[in-house]
C-alpha cells in the first residue's frame, strides 16, 4: 500500500528500531547506568547558555509577529542571512554576502535543498565510504543514483584515484563530509586541492558542472588545533550545507543553512531554485526563533574540551585493550576495525556486555564500528572494563 | 544547470518576488500605510501570551538536552504525540492514541511526508478547484499527477459529480481543504458524507485504497459557529494534516501534525512509512521547543474576533462597493469575483490604487481574485475608498 520506494526504507528501518527497542529493554533490565550506547550521534552536551539568553531576549524584544512569523523570503531572515555571511567571511576570508546565505531545516534539509534543485533523474551523486548512509536516500529522493567511492582504509582519506575513474558525463555532485562521520577524520588541504583538480579537469573534459558539496555539521567540533579547510576557496562551483546541531547542540531545532557563493556557475539561478526547493519540499522557511537564536549566537565559540576529553578517554581505552582505530581529529566519532570480518557479529558480540555499537556496513564500511562519544564520560569509563571483556573473546582468534 | 523540473518553479516564483517586491516599491514611494497589501496568508496576530509563557517555562524546567535533542522517534516526543491524540479525542470523540500522531514541519512538512509515504510514479492525486496552488508541487516531488476538478462557482462546495467521473484505478489520494484556502468556505457535512460514499464505493469498484488528506490549517478559524466536520469519523482511509501556523499564530515556527488512524488500511506500515519519511526527506523530526511548546499551549482558545472584524469590514464593504463573493464561514480570505473575465488585468487595475490582491488562476480558477484579510483593520477601513474608486472603473462596462 505505501510508495514502493519506502518499502525497503521501512524495513531497514525496522532494524534501526529493533536496535533502539533492544537499548531500551537492556537499560530496563540492567539499569540506563550499566548500559553503554554509543549508537547514537545525539549530543549530550547541553546548549550553551547564551542560546536560553538569546531565547528570552528574543521573546521580550521581538514583535512576535515578525519572531513567529513568515520570513519574506523563504530562504530566511535577510539580517541572519547578512549575520551569518559576515561571520563566514570575518573566519574565514570569504566574500559572502546575505544573498549567498540560504537558511534552511538543519543540514539534512539543507542537502534536500541542493539536491532537489540540481538533480535530474539519472544524475550521478558520488560519495567517499565511509559516508552517512542517508546521503543514499537524499540522492534517491530526486531519482539520482548515488555512486560510492571505496574506502581508503589505510587513513580514511578519500581514495582520489578510483575517485578520478569514477566521474562521469553523468556525475553533477560530489558530498564530502570533513570532519567525517564515521571516522572523525578531517581531509587534509592536500587532500581538498587534488580532489577540486580532479574536478576541475572533469568539467573542462567533459564540459560539464560538477557541484562540491560540502556537509559539514562537525565543523566546529576539532581537536589539537586541526584546520579544517572551508572549500568554496578551492573549487568555485562549492556549495556548503551547515548545521548547528553539533556546535550549539540544537539537533532536534533544526537549523543551519546553505552557502551558494558567487562563484558557483549561474549562482543567481541556483539561489532561486533553492529559494523554491526550501518552500515545496515543505520546509516553507527554516524554523524563525531559532535564525535568530543562532544569528544571536553568532560568535559562540564550541566548548569541545568535553568531547575532547572522552576522546581520549574512549580511545586510549580501546588501544590498551587491544582494538585498532585512527585517533579522530573532528566530530565525536571512533570507526574502530572489527576483530573480526564480520562487524555484525562483533556487534552482536559486543551486545553481550551491553555495549551498543553500528556496524560499518551501515557507512558502506563493513568491518569496522562505529562508537559515538557524544555520551558521558562516566557511560565511557565504565565501559572500558567491558570492553577488555569482550576484547578477550578474541585473543584466541 | 538546474534541476528541469525547477525551471518553470523558479519562473513562476519570481513573478510571486515581483509581486513582493513591486509591494515593497509601492510602500517606498506612497508609504506602507498607504498600500493595500492583501497578498499574503501571514497571520496578523500576535501569538497568544500563553505561547511565550511556554516558552519560558520549558526554559526553566526542561534539561536541554532533551529539549533541544533529537526525539526519540522521527514522529516526535511520546507525550506531545500523546498530548495531541487526547486533546483530538476530547474534542472529536476519536479514539486516536499517541502512536497515530506524526508530529511535523507544519502541515506543508506533513503533506509532503505523507505524499512520499503514499505515492509511485504517475499516481493520481485529486484535488478541487479552487485550491492551493501547492498541492501541484507537492505531488509534482513524488512524480504524482495532479488531477483537478472544476470549480463550483455556485457556492465552492466541491463538485461531486465531476469528481466521481475522475476517480480512476490511478487514484491514490484526495485532498480537501477545509475551510479553504482561497474561498473561505467550509465543506458541509452533506458534502462530506457524499464524498465519503463515491470514495468507497470506488474502492471496491477498483479495488484500490484511496486515501482523503484532510489539509486542515484553518480548523480553528471559523465564524458564525460553524461547524467542520471531523473527517477521520467519515471515511476510514483519512489522514489529517494539521498546522499551528494560523491557530497559533506560529507560521514561521514550522509546526504541525499527521494523524493516521488505525482504520486506515495498514496503518502500522503507512506510520512506520511516515517516520521514515520524516527523516529522509530531511525533516527528521519537527522543530523540538515548537513541540513541547504546541503540547503546553493544546487548550489556548483562537482569539479569532480579529479575523471575524475584518471578515465583516471587508466583505461588507466589498459588497457596498457592487463586488460579488461568497461570505466567507472559515479561514482569512474572501474569494471575491472579478468584474472581467481575465481577473489579472482586474488585479493590475487594482495596483493602481495600491490595492494588492492574487489571481484567482494561482488557485485554478480564473475569474476570482483573493484577499487576505489577516491585515490590520485599519488596513481594511483606509482600503475601502480605493476599492470604490476601483469599483467606479467597471460601473462603464
Known amino acids: 500500500m505505501i510508495a514502493e520506494k519506502m518499502k525497503s526504507m521501512v524495513a531497514g528501518s525496522s532494524a534501526i528500531r529493533a536496535m533502539f527497542e533492544e537499548g531500551n529493554r537492556l537499560a530496563e533490565i540492567y539499569g540506563k547506568e550499566n548500559v553503554y550506547d554509543f549508537s547514537l550521534g545525539n549530543p549530550n552536551v547541553a546548549a550553551p547558555e547564551a542560546v536560553k539568553q538569546a531565547i528570552r531576549e528574543l521573546l521580550d524584544e521581538e514583535d512576535p509577529v515578525v519572531l513567529h512569523g513568515y520570513t519574506n523570503s523563504n530562504s530566511g531572515y535577510a539580517d541572519v542571512r547578512e549575520t551569518v555571511a559576515s561571520s563566514l567571511n570575518g573566519r574565514f576570508g570569504t566574500h559572502f554576502e546575505g544573498k549567498n546565505i540560504v537558511m534552511t531545516v538543519g543540514a539534512a534539509g539543507g542537502l534536500n535543498v541542493i539536491l532537489k534543485s540540481l538533480i535530474n533523474p539519472g544524475d550521478e551523486v558520488i560519495a567517499f565510504a565511509p559516508y552517512f548512509g542517508e546521503y543514499r536516500s537524499y540522492t534517491n529522493n530526486y531519482d539520482g543514483v548515488l555512486v560510492e567511492i571505496s574506502p581508503n582504509t589505510e587513513n580514511f582519506q578519500p581514495d582520489l584515484q578510483e575517485f578520478e575513474q569514477k566521474i562521469t558525463p553523468k556525475t553533477k555532485a560530489v558530498i564530502v563530509n570533513t570532519p567525517n562521520n564515521p571516522t572523525g577524520v578531517v581531509y587534509s588541504e592536500e587532500t581538498i586541492k587534488r580532489l577540486a583538480a580532479i574536478m576541475e579537469a572533469k568539467q573542462k573534459e567533459y564540459g560539464t558542472e560538477i557541484f562540491l558539496i560540502s556537509d559539514e555539521p562537525y565543523r566546529e567540533l576539532v581537536y589539537d588545533g586541526a584546520e579544517v579547510p572551508y572549500l568554496t576557496k578551492y573549487y568555485a562551483n562549492t556549495v556548503v550545507g551547515y548545521s548547528y546541531s553539533k556546535s550549539l547542540s540544537l539537533p532536534g531545532e533544526r537549523i543551519g543553512y546553505l552557502v551558494i557563493p558567487d562563484e558557483v556557475s549561474d549562482s543567481g539561478e541556483l539561489l532561486a531554485a533553492a529559494n523554491v526547493a526550501t518552500r515545496i519540499l515543505g520546509f516553507v522557511n527554516a524554523p524563525t526563533l531559532q ?60 551486545k553481550k556486555y551491553n555495549i551498543l555499537i553500528v556496524p560499518g556496513s551501515s557507512f558502506a564500511c563493513p568491518g569496522y564500528v562505529r562508537l559515538a562519544y557524544c555520551v558521558s564520560y562516566e557511560t565511557i569509563v565504565n565501559s572500558l572494563p567491558k570492553f577488555k571483556e569482550l576484547a578477550k573473546e578474541y585473543e584466541r582468534i
Chains 1, 2 share one sequence.
Do not use: H, M, W
Open 291 to 350: 535564525q535568530k537564536v543562532v544569528a544571536k549566537c553568532i560568535n559562540e565559540k564550541t566548548d569541545i574540551s568535553f568531547y575532547d576529553r572522552n576522546r581520549e578517554a574512549l580511545y586510549n581505552g580501546l588501544r590498551e585493550c587491544g582494538f585498532e582505530c585512527i585517533k579522530p581529529e573532528g566530530a565525536f566519532y571512533l570507526f574502530v576495525k572489527s576483530p573480526v570480518a564480520d562487524e555484525k557479529e562483533f556487534c552482536a558480540a559486543a
